[in-house]
């Protein structure tokens, strides 16, 4: 059985890269372009692991996050916040709602993105 | 019969002539004595003038520092010698939404009972000496710089005045500056972010086998957008950290493994300059209440500099101490650089200042480092200086009170 991640990024070129990242690696990638469809997504398809943009049209990263956590069916999916927020506060923040890592867009490569992927499913 | 009356009458005229000459003397004193009354009256008057001048003098002046203090933007507490209140201008009641009336006279813990009184009282009480700028928010909306200084007034017991100056402006245009900073983040990283993907994914052959040239060009490409990146990253530092006049929150850290860190994270750089980073720490050093990212920042921009404007080979001696006595943090650094000018050491902390021999040593830098990094350690109430000699070298050190 692949593992399932699901990807909440409203930016389509940079979603499209990394889903072909994973494809590559054989997991099952589910996509979502807004904060609303990314929660519904986690609730009906239970993902092994959840990337979170957090500047997403409508509602946020940061009350998606809020939301998974809160919701018993989803709170144990663990969350990568991937961002290009990069400010202390910021990372604090999405930290302390429960996000397993924070990585900064621009800091990283979706190789290395897979490889923090692979180390929590 | 006559006879007796000519003696009679000669007798008269004598008597009338005495009384005559008499009454002219009489007159006379009583005319001295008039002048004399009025000589006086109008001394007095004088005098009472005088009096009367020196009194609305002294009226206006009162008026004139009443008016002053009345209409002065900044709230004005006075306390008395036993800590009661004696004088709220408008303006603090105002800030603290109390009537005069109602507080004059209360000691400072009667006054922890009125409603906005509580956090002011409790920083009154907690500091003992002057205070100079503390920050405290009153209430939502409403941040005070709060400063307490003794007037000492000649033969008269000490008093003391509490000034609360309003800097919620200040603080919001902070807040709006680090949302925009935020934004601007955001939005140059992500299309970098894009392109820094795509390269990379192409470099991996995610998209196909390249050629060794196709591969050439494309890392450098690569390397370009990295260059680009940093840069940003560096520019937003910068802003963020601001003129570092305002710390944006205090926590107790501890200050040796924030120079560790620090450290750990410049290690390649100054390998890549063959220089060698030598960090050590004499006696205990207690954790101290500071802005953990701003005295980041310090340090890091003091190593730097220290590695940037050294020369190859050369050393970096970090120290860190504790003075007990002084109830401070010592931080001192030593490199064996290229070392500042004697004309250019009065404005090695001016904003954009760059020294002749660094700007000869590396052209590029933005004379905001050191600025910056006096602003932190001065809003921290450290002090910060250096040595320095033409070619031996620099050593700057800091101190960070514990408070």
New interface residues.
């Given amino acids: 059985m692949p593992k399932k991640i699901l990807i909440i990024e409203d930016d389509r070129y940079l979603k499209e890269l990394i889903v072909k990242k994973l494809k590559k690696e054989k997991f099952e990638v589910l996509e979502a372009v807004d904060g609303q469809e990314g929660f519904k997504k986690a609730k009906e398809e239970k993902p092994n692991l959840i990337l979170l943009d957090l500047i997403l049209p409508g509602t946020d990263g940061y009350t998606v996050l809020s939301q998974i956590k809160a919701d018993p069916e989803t709170s144990s999916i663990p969350v990568i916040i991937i961002s290009n927020l990069g400010q202390i506060q910021e990372i604090q923040k999405g930290l302390k709602l429960g996000a397993v890592d924070y990585l900064i867009k621009a800091h990283f490569t979706p190789e290395k993105i897979i490889e923090k992927v692979k180390r929590f499913v | 019969m006559t006879k007796e009356l000519k003696e009679l009458k000669a007798e008269l005229v004598a008597k009338t002539k005495k009384l005559k000459e008499l009454s002219k003397t009489l007159d006379e004193q009583v005319k001295k004595r008039t002048k004399e009354l009025e000589d006086s009256r109008r001394a007095l008057m004088n005098i009472l003038e005088d009096v009367q001048e020196a009194q609305k003098k002294t009226e206006e002046e009162k008026n004139k520092t009443l008016a002053v203090i009345s209409n002065f933007t900044d709230g004005l507490l006075v306390f008395d010698k036993e800590n009661k209140l004696s004088l709220i201008n408008p303006q603090a009641e105002i800030f603290l939404e109390i009537k005069a009336k109602k507080v004059i006279g209360k000691s400072l813990s009667e006054l922890g009972n009125f409603s906005n009184f509580p956090s002011l009282v409790r920083l009154l009480i907690k500091e003992d000496k002057e205070i100079f700028r503390k920050e405290l928010t009153l209430k939502k909306n409403l941040i005070l710089e709060i400063s307490r200084v003794t007037i000492e007034r000649p033969k008269k017991e000490n008093e003391t005045l509490v000034i609360l100056h309003n800097i919620t402006r200040e603080k919001t245009v902070e807040k709006m500056k680090?949302d925009f900073?935020?934004l601007a983040?955001?939005q140059l990283?992500?299309p970098?972010?894009?392109i820094?993907?795509?390269l990379?994914?192409i470099l991996?052959g995610?998209f196909g086998k390249i050629t060794e040239e196709q591969k050439d060009i494309l890392e450098k490409t690569y390397f370009t957008n990295e260059r680009m990146?940093t840069l940003?990253?560096e520019l937003?530092d910068i802003t963020?950290i601001e003129e570092g006049r305002f710390l944006?929150k205090s926590t107790k850290e501890n200050i040796v493994e924030i120079t560790e860190k620090v450290i750990d994270l410049l290690e390649r750089i100054a390998q890549k300059q063959k220089i060698k980073i030598e960090f050590s720490i004499e006696e205990d050093i207690p954790e101290v209440k500071i802005d953990r990212?701003k005295i980041s920042f310090c340090i890091q921009n003091l190593i730097e500099n220290a590695i940037i404007y050294n020369n190859p080979g050369g050393k970096v001696t970090i120290l860190l101490k504790y003075d007990k006595t002084k109830n401070q943090i010592l931080f001192s650094i030593k490199d064996t650089g290229i070392g500042i000018l004697k004309d250019d050491q009065d404005r090695i902390f001016s904003k954009f200042f760059r020294g002749v021999l660094a700007m000869k040593k590396e052209t590029v830098g933005s004379g905001l480092g050191l600025f910056v990094t006096k602003n932190v350690i001065e809003a921290h109430e450290g002090k910060i200086w250096f040595e320095s000699e033409e070619g031996k070298g620099s050593t700057f050190y800091f101190t960070l009170p514990i408070t």
């Fill in positions: 680090s900073v935020s983040a955001h990283r992500t970098l972010s894009g820094k993907w795509g990379n994914m991996e995610d990146i940003i990253g937003l963020r944006y990212e």
